[in-house]
Antibody, heavy 120, light 107 residues
Framework: RLQLQESGPALVKPSETLSLICDVS??????????WGWIRQAPGKGLEWIGG???????YDNPSLKSRVTISLDTSKNQFSLRLSSVTAADTAVYFC????????????WGPGAPVTVSS | DIQMTQSPSTLSASVGDTVTITCRAS??????LAWYQQKPGKAPRLLIY???NLETGVPSRFSGYGSGTEFTLTIAKLQPDDFATYYC??????????FGGGTKVQI
């Protein structure tokens, strides 16, 4: 059964780049035709879509994040990644990776989430 | 961006009640709406997609309705496991996916 697991530093300094990886297990990324996404949730707040990537490497990101987002696929490691540059305290959140199994834009499988704090 | 507004933000109910959550879009999204359930410290769980289609394994007491700009999620005969926060999400365009602010269903 396919599972997702986020990993990366729990603490990032202001102005630096946040980097997270989502490990995909139970299926080969190169053998699927899904879209993959990143969503975050600030403490006590709602869900915010960060961006996503298709199986053909087309990327999409939230315009409100002002081009700070880079999402990539690494099929050799069976993972996809998120980089968010120039972080501030407002980027403190739990970051979820997720699968869009329909390729329409909703998420049917989620990782457990990785908390990230931006602080000096 | 399409804005999604949920109401109420908090809903108090009892086991056995039937409750309805409303989600309004700032412009028409046809039927491109999903609903999720989230419990504290956990990832969201997909309940419904394309307004009214139940995800596999989701109990039939959950139902969705609507089109265009107004949508509802109804939970019939609330069970203890249903006390959680619910989010709607529009996927009219992959350029800007957006979630509602959430509705907490509490005892």
């Amino acid at each position: 059964r396919l599972q997702l697991q986020e990993s990366g530093p729990a603490l990032v300094k202001p102005s630096e780049t946040l980097s997270l990886i989502c490990d995909v297990s139970g299926a080969s990324l190169s053998g699927t035709s899904y879209y993959w996404g990143w969503i975050r949730q600030a403490p006590g707040k709602g869900l915010e879509w960060i961006g996503g990537i298709s199986y053909s490497w087309t990327t999409y990101d939230n315009p409100s994040l002002k081009s700070r987002v880079t999402i990539s696929l690494d099929t050799s490691k069976n993972q996809f990644s998120l980089r968010l540059s120039s972080v501030t305290a407002a980027d403190t959140a739990v970051y979820f990776c997720a699968r869009d199994g329909s390729n329409f834009g909703y998420f049917d499988l989620w990782g457990p989430g990785a908390p990230v704090t931006v602080s000096s | 961006d399409i804005q999604m507004t949920q109401s109420p933000s908090t809903l108090s109910a009892s086991v056995g009640d039937t409750v309805t959550i409303t989600c309004r879009a700032s412009q028409s999204i046809s039927s491109w709406l999903a609903w999720y359930q989230q419990k504290p410290g956990k990832a969201p769980r997909l309940l419904i997609y394309k307004t009214s289609n139940l995800e596999t394994g989701v109990p039939s007491r959950f139902s969705g309705y609507g089109s265009g700009t107004e949508f509802t999620l109804t939970i019939a005969k609330l069970q203890p496991d249903d006390f959680a926060t619910y989010y709607c999400q529009q996927y009219n365009s992959y350029v800007g996916l957006t979630f509602g602010g959430g509705t907490k269903v509490q005892i």
